[in-house]
Structure formats: structure tokens, C-alpha cells
């Protein structure tokens, strides 16, 4: 029973980094029509720069959270303004095989800059808390309490501001927004700034909870597209209840499968969502 | 004075050109119903007005500028409005927020706006806070109506907004849109429903493979004996 | 000395650049004919070099086997072996858009380099397979590696026939007419399911023969040895160079972009020594921005894909 309560709390910490990345391929697959497959690779680079950014501008850590997430938040753009802006007209596929491309070369400048070894932010080493057998690790808290903040802030954002709103009505329906009158290009800007920043933070978020490697982001995408998935394409809250699926999916998957062979859950859930429920548990496109 | 003119309109998707040489006017205020079997290029040539489709050749100008090409988010600003026949509201966004985005080139006070859509259609003042995508047809259809209201369009553009509503939805919808005409606003619609529209219509335009076949004030369509044989399936 | 060791280099940089090609005319009869996006590649790679390696060494106590057959053997099992994974997981997938075709295969080729990696009792885990016996040994050195090289250009030579053939063939009009128009497809009456798999399980086919054509060439084998995931990225660009739904196209990529990637790698060879250890990735990031740049001045790539004369049919 412990163990298992134990392996739910990994499970959740580990949803809420996922939500935080499927948000992102969420939104684009909805507004901009194509599976992003960089999306790993914009955490990674997001996680790297952080470590720099502590490292050279000697900022805490959350500083150099905040300032790595955003400088990740204006790459996105820039690829976006260089490349799959160009392409959008060319189609889904051109778009998918363009940013498959970027992922790779994403991940070259991070062994290029950084180097191909594993590293780790410096933090404070802290004793997990002990609650009966539960063990608690207090990093753990502060990521799942940073989630939730980020989440929430989310929610507000797409509720309250014209430009949230007019984000869940693009990806809703691209077409409608364009008749609607809605600037769509402004729109899509928005999107990438939320998609690249959020990504930067799910790839600290999981550095801080792992190591950091050139391959962070990468090994973690197809659990990303599988939260996105089964969330349904487009839906936010989806991505976020998709995420927390995954996460805990993955980590329960242990109990009766080698924990090599976790990635296979998201592999299947893929399979599952798409097979059975195309539109995913929670509604979308 | 007319307030849209559509001038030897010639295009469509891929290679083929649907439009084959359509011309299309509207005055101010004026209430235009375009019919014709199926194929005749009735959606297209309001889509072409619209900036979605590619025009090969023709001129659109409305209200003395020339607007052809220009995509839909330019032309919004200018006072026109389209209503697509499907897929016309945001499913999961609220009926008040679908009204919200359908303002979304203004940046002044838009409550006016929403509560004179509530009055036209009370039904959504009831139901503001429900997601579009659970409504009904004839429910959404309003609230798509309404999100082209919000701008305070000088033209309305609506394909086809009573296909596949039950009767009763068909007679409320056509009394709205004749409301909405006499605050104003001109209108250009594409219909089935032939015979009910061109009956309140002040103009109805006969498209045939793309081209204008015929055109007369609304009622006299419907009596040309021609156009009722072969168009509005005799009877 | 100078010349002998440049023609030996040449020898071997063509053999390669041939495996290259074989598995760029697998991913053409998916991509290219009817559409399906795999990004598997090195997966069903990999299961046709462990499929060869595994039936073609001596008998080893590291790992399955091995059981010294021939190599025609182990080609055969490597290329049937190969079809049978991919038409297990066609079963599953084919029916998926594109985009999410292209998602569940990252996660098949994942799962295949797992198994690989993990499972030590079958392919002896990451210490990989060693001693897979050389093809021509009997030939001496130089003549065993250009009779490599002839073996490796025949067997393009014969899977280009085949490949066009298919293409040509009513069977190659309807993919094509797939991956364009499929609901059309289906409205004639078409089994587009059908289609779909068998050109999903051709390819997939073709690529576990190249693998099998790998592990004889390299002698030696292990999940590490080719990153799996650049080997499918590499085999993507030199078809987009050459340029999808041509047969030819693809051939040409493969060669150019492996000459490009040789080339960068005698540029990098005179790096700074600090910047030795990046070299690898320096060329990743050369070869990923030269996918962009074709992308976006010449997304059709450099022989286009023509449509076959139209059929004329007697029967009428």
C-alpha cells in the first residue's frame, strides 16, 4: 500500500512536468495543425539554459528559472518566425518533418554549447520528509506547488484576456477566428510564447527532478503527445488532465513491468486513445 | 449608390474555377438572396467576397474601396460579416464569449452590442454562460448570427443559415434576419429554403454552373415560371 | 599508398551510401508512394541486422543463438521478420492520420530499441553482437570490399526494379491515389486499409533487408552503435533531398547526403582537439539545417516526382 501511495506521489509529480509540456503541443497541434516534434528538444535547451544562467549570472535558482523560460519562450518564436511560418502554407507534414529536423538540430547546439555529459543544477541537498512510510521529497513539493500556480495562472489567462480567449477559439476552429476577424498571426506569436516557456519549464522541472542530458526533452515527447492525446487536441484542461494521466500511468507500470520499458505505457496509451476514442477521453478536435 | 459590388467574379479550388463571370450587387440596406441548384457556385462566390477563395480574375469593391483578396481579418474593420453554414461557432467557448470574439477587432465598450443580440435572440441572454458546442442547430445558428452582429456590420454575409433546421427554427431564423435587415443592415444570402427567402427578399439573384442566370426583385423570381421549374422543384 | 588508401575509402564510403539507399527506397514506398509517415526507421533497421546477426554467427553463449547459417539465411529472415513486425503493427496503425502515424512510430522504434537494449538473453544487451561473418572472405581483403560493393549496388539495382515496378503497376496508382485522395480511394471502393498496410509492410521489408546487408558489412552490432534516432532523421533528409515519390530521387539522396556527411566529417576532423568530442554533433546540426534549407527553396526535391505516363487500356 505504501509503496503504491509512494509510486502515485512520483506519478503526480511527474503529470504535472508532462502537463506542462503537452499544454504547448496541445495548443499547436489545435492552432497551428501539426504534431511538434521539437517540443522535447525546447525543453531541453530550456533546462541548459537555466543551468548557464545560474552558472554565469550567478542567479538563485528560480531566477534563473524565470529568465531561461522566457529567452526559451522568444526561441520558440524565432523558429517559428524563421521556418514553420514560412511552411504553414505548405502543409501539416512539411511542418512535422521541419520540426523533427529542428529537434535535431536543437539538439546538437546543446551538445555543441553544453556537451554531451550528464550535469546537475546545484542545489541544496535536503533530507526527504518522512510521513509513515511516505517518503517526501521537498523538490517534489515545490515543483507540484509551481505547477499548480502555472496552471492556474493558465486558466485565468485563457478566461479572462481577449488574447486567451481568442487563443482557445483558434484552436478550436483556425478557420472560424480568421473570419471571425481575430489576428491570427498575433495569436500564434502568443502561442509559441506560452508553448516554448511552459516547455522550458517542464524541461527544468525535470532536470531538477532527474539530471539534465542532451536527451532530456527528447525521451519524454512521446509522453507529451500521448497526454496531449488523450486530453483531445486543443483542449487545454485536457492536456493537463492527459499529463497527470501519463505521469501516474507510467510510474504505477512499474508494479508489473520492467521500469525500462515505461515508455512503452505511452506508446500504448497512443494506441488506446487513438484506436478507441480519436477525440480523446476529455473532447476536441 | 451601392454598397458592394461584385464585378466578373472567376475562380474556385485547385484548378477548376467554380465562379465562371459572377457579378453581384448590393445596395445599402438591401435585403439579396442568391439561388441556383447545387454546384452553381452560390457559397464560392460569397467566400470569394470574403477573401477564401482565390479569385482569378473580377473585382470586388465595397463601400467605393476595392477590397478583392483581401484576406477576412482587413475586412471585418471595414463593416462586412460572414456566417459560414457549418462549423460557425467556437464549440468550446460560451455563447457570451463567442459573442466576445466575434468583437474581437473592436476595442471600445461592446455591451450594447451583446445585449441588443440578447434582445434579438433572448434565448441565448438565457443561456450565456453555456458552452456553443452543446446547443442545438438552430441555437447555434444564432449565436453564429450574432458573433457577425458584434462588429455592427453594414453587410451580412450568411450561407445557407437555415439548412438543416427543423421547420419551426426556419420561420423564427428568417423573421430575425428580416428584423435585422430593417435596423439596417444589408444582407446577402445564399438559401435553399427559395421560396421563403425570395418571398421577403428585395432582390433575388439566379446563379446557374457559376455564371448569373437571372435576376429580379425577390417575389418575381418566385413567379418567373422558368426559375420555379427548375430551381425550386416546381410545386 | 595515398591513391590505394582513397580508392579503399571510396569503396567503402559507396557501400555504405548503398545500405543508405536501400532503406531511403523502403521509407519511398511508405512515404513517397502512399503517404505513411515513419519515424521507425531505424527500428525495423535494427530488427533486420539482430535478425542476421543472431542466425548467421557461430554459436555464442552471450547471446540467442548464434546459428552459423548462411547469410541468404539470414537476409531472408531479417527481411520476413522485419514484414511481420511492421504488419503487426500496421494492424494497429495504418488507419492513423498521418501526424499520428508518424507519433506512434517514435514510439514503436522506441520500444524496439528497448527490447534490444534490455532483453541481454536475446541480444546480449548493450555489449551488442560481435564476429558477424564477412561476406566474400575467400576474396582477400581488397576483393572481398569492392565484391561487397557489387553485391551491395546489385541489390539497389534489384529493389529499384521492384520499387518502380510496384510503382508503375495498378497497384502503385491506387497508393498514390491513396496518399492524394484517400477518401476518393474509398469511395471507389477501394480496401485503402489494405493498401496502405501492404506498402507499410514492403517498406518496412526492404528496410530489415538493408539491416541484414548492415550487420554483414559492419561485422558487429549494438543498440548504441548507430544513433537510432539521427539514423531514421539521416535516411528522412537524403529522401526529401533526393525527392519523395521518386525512386531515383531517393537513390541520389541517399548518395549525396552521405557524401555530404562524409565530407563534414573530414572538416571536422581538423577541429580544435577540445572540440574533438563534438564533432558528431556539429554534423547533425549541419545535416539539420540543410533538411530546412531544402524545405524551404525546394521542397520537392532534386528530381521531383513525375506521374507515370497514363495507362492505356486495351480492354475497353
Not at chain 2, 463567442?98 to 477587432?105: D, I
Request: proline share 5%.
Amino acid at each position: 500500500m505504501a509503496e503504491l501511495l509512494q509510486l502515485l506521489i512520483y506519478g503526480i509529480v511527474t503529470g504535472g512536468i508532462y502537463a506542462l509540456g503537452a499544454i504547448g503541443i496541445s495548443l499547436i497541434f489545435a492552432i497551428l495543425r501539426f504534431a511538434h516534434f521539437a517540443h522535447g528538444d525546447l525543453m531541453t535547451v530550456g533546462a541548459y539554459l537555466a543551468l548557464s544562467a545560474a552558472a554565469i549570472l550567478g542567479l538563485p535558482l528560480g531566477g534563473a528559472f524565470a529568465l531561461a523560460a522566457l529567452l526559451t519562450a522568444g526561441i520558440a518564436v524565432l523558429i517559428d518566425r524563421l521556418l514553420y511560418r514560412r511552411l504553414r502554407a505548405s502543409g501539416a507534414v512539411v511542418l512535422l518533418i521541419s520540426s523533427f529536423g529542428v529537434a535535431l538540430i536543437l539538439r546538437s547546439l546543446v551538445q555543441l554549447l553544453w556537451g554531451p555529459e550528464t550535469q546537475v543544477y546545484e542545489t541544496a541537498i535536503t533530507p526527504p520528509w518522512r510521513l509513515g512510510e511516505l517518503r517526501i521529497r521537498p523538490v517534489h513539493v515545490a515543483i507540484l506547488t509551481i505547477c499548480l500556480l502555472l496552471v492556474s495562472a493558465l486558466h485565468l489567462f485563457l478566461t479572462r484576456s481577449r488574447t486567451g480567449k481568442a487563443m482557445r477559439a483558434m484552436a478550436d476552429d483556425p478557420d472560424l477566428a480568421r473570419v471571425s476577424g481575430i489576428a491570427t498571426e498575433r495569436v500564434v506569436v502568443w502561442t509559441w510564447l506560452l508553448g516554448g516557456g511552459l516547455a522550458a519549464l517542464a524541461g527544468m522541472f525535470l532536470a531538477l527532478d532527474t539530471r539534465l542530458h542532451p536527451l532530456l526533452g527528447w525521451n519524454v515527447l512521446l509522453p507529451l503527445f500521448a497526454a496531449a492525446l488523450v486530453g483531445g487536441i486543443g483542449n487545454v484542461y485536457g492536456a493537463i488532465a492527459g499529463g497527470l494521466v501519463l505521469g501516474v500511468a507510467s510510474e504505477l507500470s512499474t508494479l508489473v513491468l520492467p521500469a525500462v520499458y515505461k515508455p512503452a505505457v505511452a506508446f500504448a496509451a497512443i494506441v488506446v486513445v487513438l484506436v478507441v476514442r480519436p477525440r480523446g477521453l476529455l473532447g476536441g478536435r | 449608390m451601392t454598397l458592394l459590388v461584385a464585378h466578373g467574379l472567376r475562380g474556385g479550388y485547385g484548378g477548376v474555377d467554380i465562379l465562371q463571370g459572377v457579378d453581384l450587387r448590393v445596395a445599402p440596406g438591401e435585403l439579396v438572396v442568391i439561388v441556383g441548384p447545387n454546384g452553381a457556385g452560390k457559397s464560392t462566390a460569397m467566400k470569394a467576397i470574403f477573401g477564401l477563395v482565390r479569385l482569378r480574375a473580377g473585382r470586388v469593391v465595397f463601400d467605393q474601396r476595392e477590397i478583392t483578396g483581401l484576406p477576412p481579418e482587413r475586412l471585418v474593420p471595414l463593416g462586412l460579416a460572414y456566417v459560414p453554414q457549418e462549423r460557425n461557432v467556437f464549440p468550446s467557448l460560451t455563447v457570451e464569449e463567442n459573442l466576445e470574439m466575434g468583437a474581437y477587432v473592436r476595442r471600445d465598450d461592446i455591451r450594447p452590442d451583446m445585449e441588443r443580440v440578447f434582445a434579438l435572440f433572448p434565448v441565448l441572454a438565457e443561456r450565456r454562460r453555456q458552452r456553443a458546442g452543446t446547443m442545438s442547430g438552430g441555437e447555434r445558428q444564432m449565436v453564429a448570427i450574432g458573433r457577425a452582429l458584434m462588429t455592427r456590420p453594414r453587410l451580412l454575409l450568411l450561407d445557407e443559415p437555415t439548412a438543416g433546421l427543423s421547420p419551426r427554427f426556419v420561420d423564427l431564423l428568417f423573421e430575425r434576419i428580416r428584423a435585422i435587415n430593417r435596423e439596417g443592415v444589408a444582407i446577402l444570402m445564399v438559401e435553399q429554403n427559395a421560396k421563403k427567402a425570395l418571398a421577403m427578399a428585395d432582390r433575388g439573384v439566379v446563379l446557374v454552373g457559376g455564371a448569373n442566370r437571372f435576376e429580379d426583385a425577390g417575389p418575381a423570381v418566385l413567379a418567373h415560371p422558368d426559375i420555379a421549374e427548375m430551381f425550386l422543384g416546381g410545386a | 599508398m595515398e591513391l590505394v588508401g582513397l580508392a579503399s575509402f571510396l569503396v567503402f564510403f559507396l557501400t555504405l551510401a548503398g545500405i543508405y539507399a536501400l532503406v531511403t527506397l523502403g521509407l519511398n514506398v511508405q512515404w513517397g508512394f502512399s503517404g505513411q509517415f515513419n519515424i521507425g526507421i531505424a527500428g525495423f533497421w535494427a530488427i533486420g541486422a539482430y535478425t542476421a546477426a543472431i542466425l548467421d554467427t557461430p554459436a555464442s553463449p552471450f547471446h540467442l543463438g548464434g546459428f552459423a547459417m548462411p547469410f541468404w539465411v539470414g537476409a531472408l529472415a531479417a527481411t520476413l521478420l522485419a514484414a511481420a513486425v511492421a504488419f503487426l503493427v500496421g494492424v494497429i496503425c495504418v488507419d492513423l492520420r498521418t501526424d499520428y502515424l508518424a507519433i506512434a512510430t517514435i514510439g514503436i522504434g522506441e520500444i524496439i530499441r528497448l527490447v534490444l537494449k534490455n532483453e541481454e538473453w536475446l541480444t546480449n544487451g548493450v555489449r551488442g553482437i560481435a564476429g558477424i561473418p564477412r561476406l566474400f572472405e575467400a576474396l582477400g581483403r581488397s576483393g572481398q570490399a569492392l565484391a561487397f560493393l557489387g553485391f551491395v549496388l546489385l541489390a539497389i539495382l534489384l529493389v529499384y526494379a521492384l520499387v518502380e515496378r510496384a510503382a508503375r503497376s495498378p497497384w502503385g496508382r491506387v497508393q498514390r491515389a491513396i496518399r492524394d485522395e484517400e477518401l476518393a480511394v474509398a469511395a471507389c471502393g477501394r480496401d485503402v486499409r489494405r493498401f496502405r498496410l501492404e506498402s507499410f509492410v514492403l517498406g518496412s521489408a526492404i528496410m530489415g533487408f538493408a539491416g541484414a546487408v548492415h550487420a554483414h558489412f559492419v561485422g558487429f552490432i549494438s543498440p548504441e552503435a548507430f544513433d537510432p534516432l539521427f539514423t531514421t532523421f539521416l535516411v528522412w533528409v537524403m529522401l526529401v533531398v533526393g525527392g519523395s515519390g521518386n525512386n531515383r530521387g531517393a537513390i541520389l539522396g541517399a548518395f549525396l547526403v552521405w557524401a555530404i556527411w562524409s565530407l563534414a566529417q573530414f572538416a571536422t576532423a581538423y577541429l580544435p582537439l577540445a572540440w574533438a568530442g563534438r564533432a558528431g554533433a556539429l554534423r547533425v546540426l549541419l545535416v539539420g539545417v540543410l533538411l530546412q534549407l531544402v524545405l524551404l527553396w525546394r521542397p520537392q526535391g532534386l528530381l521531383p516526382e513525375r506521374p507515370p505516363p497514363p495507362v492505356v487500356r486495351r480492354d475497353a
